[in-house]
């Protein structure tokens, strides 16, 4: 018969390979599932004022409020005291433990970094204070 002749078979060098694709599309469908739930644990959750009614309107003794105020120039300040961004946790932390009805509200001049308001917020967050509300200072 003869020697069989063993050519190497030459592929299409504009052919993709097809066997993974389904893994792929599949990997894709549980990422884009999956990622939605995910999204919910991040973040500080707010519920934005919607329409003013009298129903939502709540009234708060002056003595649960702690403010915290952003300036122009970014300086905080809580409770009228200068404060640095790295002692405000604690701060709030023992506010809430002398008094669990503190609101904390964050006062924001239209001029401050956004930046700092968000820093203001992680540490809000990290101090568990359940009770924010956000405020922007007149010009």
Known sequence: MGVLDKRKKKRDPGEIPMASTSDVAFLL????IV???KADEIGLSLVLPG????ENTVK???SNVATIKISYNNVITFDKQPMPLAQLEQAIRDRLLANSKTVIILETHPDADYGMMVACLDEIKL???RKVSLKTTKI
């Open 29 to 32: 469908l549980i990422f884009f």
């Open 51 to 54: 329409k003013e009614t009298k």
């Open 60 to 62: 708060v003794k002056q």
């Open 127 to 129: 101090s568990d204070a």
């Open 35 to 37: 990622m939605p739930m």
